[in-house]
């Protein structure tokens, strides 16, 4: 079909069914509620076939689409009756349009949502997503053809031995009918009796290694009994011809199994040579371990596959080795880089290093009618191994900063097990993130993060909060441990004498003691702010950058800002407001003030220890949070 012939298909049908709907307007809109996703439908494929978003490939599968609706039958039927407007004489074929719209409908926007099979897809789910589900429904709705294979996730891979080489007629056969079956163990059966066990099905997964073993096997005795006539007949021969696909399928398994060697011997049965302590060591092949039958039924599957194959993998990562897994996947793309590669996978790694399009499935139901979500993730200012991760998450994203073990994620998610937690490296990257996720639509949660007060003042955090991004009562993560209450409840909890005045008065020393160290830091934080909120103004001429850059400096008042600090610093001494001074003093070594109280040491551990017990502790420290947290 070319793309006129298409084009011509989807106009004609659009144009019919609207002046259908103009003249059955009434009719159509009590018994239906679909004119407009349907002429919308052949709009958007118009447009899609007039821009070559739609390859060539892919024509007879769109036009054939069409067909299913039924709209050509409609129109015939028309014609049929000439000028008779009676809507009861079409409404068993407009029945019959609805009921197949929806199919036709959200198979064309599964067609988009993977880009039309133009390149390799990586579609990332959650367990229990519907991925395996969803990957026997691309392979139906996308290739109804020999040339598509799904490679589930689920098998019993079992290596045969043969005393007599399959022959390679029969094995082909049998693989050729097998690789347009889908296994699927989303069944059951009855278990009254002991005895009671699913022999066909088991049977089927049991089998398949046998299948795919017997073509390889056959292929390659065929190829070499061919090489061996033509050498008789003394015709000339190529090497290459030589080479079965079982011979690329071993070599392939060798480049990645470096430790052992796989080889096919008299018999044609598989064999492993490894050495062991320098001696050489020969096995059979059935003694492989699970990852290593799975790297050789995965090669043989996709090197089997037809030309231009659409090949579907579901969970390419089952029981591989990092290592190997991304080198596997490389092979076999340039391999059969005439196939297209659909990956269904929750593993975030694995889709980061695949150059494809990358989607989230969001959902799919299989019920009575299909349905599934489908969201290209598209590039973002967050990591896209991150972004593809927080996709799935159900809770609400709580960015924050520090590491993956770091402290701050392990106080967050005890204290907000609602939350997915999620750190980043610093304070800005906690801001830019969370004002890059919200931005996404059709996500599941909203983001919020969570910083330290790093010396910002009320000004700057009020601003913050309108884009989900909020501070704490304290200065640093590590000021929670030193808030009044806990430290009670801690020296409770471990039955210790506390002398929480003594400890406040110690902090406060302290403070004093720094108090100039503190309020020089104070003011160079305020100057990395303004140099980061805010920039020179563009001049047109040296006197207008003069002027404002001048502008710019002014904003910096070194001496009042400092004379300010220093005043407040002082009344929180003089004071004695220890609640306010844990909110400004940044000084990660004043747990050591609660130790030496204690007599004890790694106060932070066993704090954590502590709130991890303790709903009461918990309950403390969700008090020093922005109540917007708390009540998401």
């Not at 060697?261 to 062991?276: A, E, P, R, T």
């Not at 269904?344 to 399009?357: C, G, M, N, V, Y």
Request: net charge negative; proline share 2%; aromatic share 12%.
């Amino acid at each position: 079909m070319t793309k006129q012939e298409l084009l011509d298909r989807a106009t004609s049908c659009s144009s019919f069914m609207k002046s259908f709907f103009d003249e059955y307007g009434e009719e159509w809109k009590r018994n239906y509620k679909i004119e407009r996703q349907l002429t919308g439908l052949f709009d958007e494929i118009a447009i899609d076939v007039s821009n070559d978003t739609i390859p060539i490939t892919l024509f007879e599968k769109v036009s054939k689409l069409i067909d299913t609706l039924g709209i050509e039958q409609l129109m015939k039927r028309k014609e049929s009756f000439g000028g008779l407007h009676d809507f009861e004489r079409y409404q068993k074929i407009t029945d019959s349009i609805v009921a197949n719209s929806y199919f036709v409908l959200k198979t064309y926007s599964l067609f988009k949502a993977i880009d039309f099979v133009n390149s390799n897809i990586v579609l990332i789910g959650a367990n229990g997503s519907g991925k395996t589900t969803f990957a026997n429904s691309i392979r139906d709705r996308l290739e109804k053809t020999d040339n598509g294979i799904v490679i589930p996730a689920q098998k019993i891979l079992i290596f045969p031995t043969y005393s007599v080489v399959p022959t390679y007629q029969s094995a082909n056969v049998d693989y050729e009918n097998r690789q347009k079956v889908v296994l699927d163990d989303k069944q059951t059966f009855e278990a009254n009796k002991s005895e009671d066990f699913p022999y066909s099905l088991t049977k089927r997964y049991g089998e398949e290694l046998k299948i795919l073993l017997s073509a390889l096997l056959g292929e390659r005795n065929a190829k070499r009994n061919r090489y061996c006539s033509t050498i008789k007949d003394g015709d000339i021969v190529n090497t290459q011809d030589f080479w079965s696909v079982l011979d690329v399928v071993i070599s392939i398994w060798n480049s990645l199994i470096e430790h052992r060697q796989l080889y096919c011997d008299d018999s044609g049965n598989l064999m492993i040579k490894c050495v062991n302590n320098g001696k050489e060591k020969d096995y059979p092949a059935y003694r492989m371990s699970d990852g290593e039958r799975e790297i050789f039924y995965v090669v043989g599957r996709v090197l089997l596959a037809k030309e231009s194959s659409l090949i579907v993998i579901d969970e390419p990562e089952l029981h591989l080795h990092k290592a190997i897994l991304n080198k596997l996947w490389d092979t076999l793309e340039q391999k059969r880089n005439d196939c297209m590669f659909i990956y269904l996978t929750h593993d975030i790694d694995f889709a980061s290093t695949r150059i494809a399009k990358k989607c989230w499935l969001k959902s799919y139901t299989s019920d009575i009618l299909e349905d599934w979500e489908v969201e290209p993730i598209i590039d973002n200012e967050i990591p896209e191994p991150l972004l593809m991760k927080l996709l799935g998450s159900r809770k609400r994203v709580l960015f924050c900063e520090g590491r993956k073990n770091s402290k701050d994620r392990q106080i967050f998610e005890i204290l907000f097990p609602n939350y997915t937690i999620t750190p980043v490296d610093s304070c800005s990257d906690v801001i830019n993130y969370t004002r890059a996720f919200n931005k996404i639509s059709n996500k599941y949660a909203e983001a919020y993060g969570i910083i330290d007060r790093d010396f910002r003042v009320d000004a700057q955090l009020d601003k913050l909060v309108s884009e989900n991004v909020f501070s704490y009562n304290v200065a640093e993560i590590e000021n929670l441990f030193l808030t009044e209450d806990f430290i009670k409840g801690f020296a409770k909890y471990k039955n210790e004498t506390c002398d929480i005045t003594k400890i406040k008065n110690d902090i406060l020393e302290q403070l004093n003691m720094n108090i100039q160290q503190q309020t020089s830091f104070y003011i160079t934080q305020k100057i990395n702010y303004i140099f980061k909120e805010s920039h020179v103004k563009n001049g047109k001429s040296k006197a207008d950058v003069s002027k404002f850059f001048s502008d710019f400096i002014s904003q910096i008042k070194i001496d009042d800002w400092y004379n300010e600090r220093l005043q407040d610093l002082n009344d929180i001494i003089s004071n004695n407001d220890y609640e306010k001074a844990i909110l400004v003093y940044n000084n990660k070594g004043l747990h050591s003030v609660v130790e030496k109280a204690l007599g004890m040491t790694s106060y932070s551990k066993k704090a954590i220890e502590y709130l991890r017990a303790s709903e009461e502790a918990r309950n403390i420290l969700r008090n020093v949070f922005p109540k917007e947290l708390l009540n998401c």
